[in-house]
């Protein structure tokens, strides 16, 4: 079993959908919770940072973090063709090295 | 945010070359500076971890006589890929974890390196 799942996609809905992403981890040591955009043929870009259980919301979207259950969400409000792209999860402990997820593939229609 | 910048963005070269990425950190200090190898459709895979002033980290599996790591300042990482194969041709994106961030758990990338290797 690997440290993080996270489902691959392609997830591919219509501009101006709500999109949710996830992802499920097995390590309980994990405190700091990421998720990165990586565009094709680009390094990933960090968007959002949240630190133990919670919610953070920044602009269009917003990070859950439930450590009960080992489970982590992006939430993207109104959906643009621009947020096309590949999304990773990942997660650390201090000092640690991350742990990434897969990445699901984003497609936004217009 | 914090910006990391790669040099160069793009190469090719023949087989048996070597061939060196360089990683900079260009508006903060960074003592550790990680390197990753992705494939296509794939997510990253950590090579080694790079502290400056000593010697690199490297993965299980990664063979570090092949990947040569020198962290030789708080901006400034190199790899250098030796005697580079076909089987080397992949993208090569560095991170750099900044000195002052929280918890020392940030970690901000560079735009990724394509090898191909003739």
């Known amino acids: 079993q690997k440290e993080v799942e996270q489902d691959p996609g392609p997830l591919s809905v219509p501009e101006g959908a709500i999109v949710s992403l996830n992802c499920t981890y097995s390590?309980?040591?994990?405190?700091?919770f990421m998720w990165y955009r990586q565009y094709s043929r680009k390094g990933p870009e960090l968007l959002m940072y949240t630190y133990s259980s919670g919610n953070k919301e920044d602009g269009r979207f917003t990070a859950q973090v439930d450590k009960s259950s080992k489970y982590i969400s992006l939430f993207i409000r109104d959906s643009q063709p621009s947020d096309s792209a590949t999304y990773l999860c990942?997660?650390?402990?201090?000092?640690?090295?991350?742990?990434f997820g897969a990445g699901t593939i984003l497609r936004v229609k217009s | 945010g914090a910006v990391v910048s790669q040099h160069p963005s793009w190469v090719i070269c023949k087989s048996g070359t070597s061939v060196k990425i360089e990683c900079r950190s260009l508006d903060f200090q960074a003592t550790t500076m990680f390197w990753y190898r992705q494939f296509p459709k794939q997510s990253l895979m950590l090579m080694a971890t790079?502290?400056?002033?000593?010697?690199?980290?490297?993965e299980q599996g990664v063979e570090k006589d092949k990947f040569l790591i020198n962290h030789a300042s708080l901006t400034l990482s190199t790899l250098t890929v030796t005697s580079a194969h076909p089987e080397d041709s992949s993208f090569y994106i560095c991170?750099?974890?900044?000195?002052?961030?929280?918890?020392?758990?940030?970690?901000?990338f560079g735009p990724g390196t394509r090898l191909t290797v003739l």
């Open positions: 790079s502290n400056e002033g000593s010697k690199a980290t490297y």
């Open positions: 991170s750099a974890r900044d000195l002052w961030g929280l918890a020392g758990s940030w970690q901000f």
């Open positions: 990942a997660m650390t402990s201090y000092g640690n090295k991350l742990v």
């Open positions: 390590n309980s040591a994990f405190q700091y």
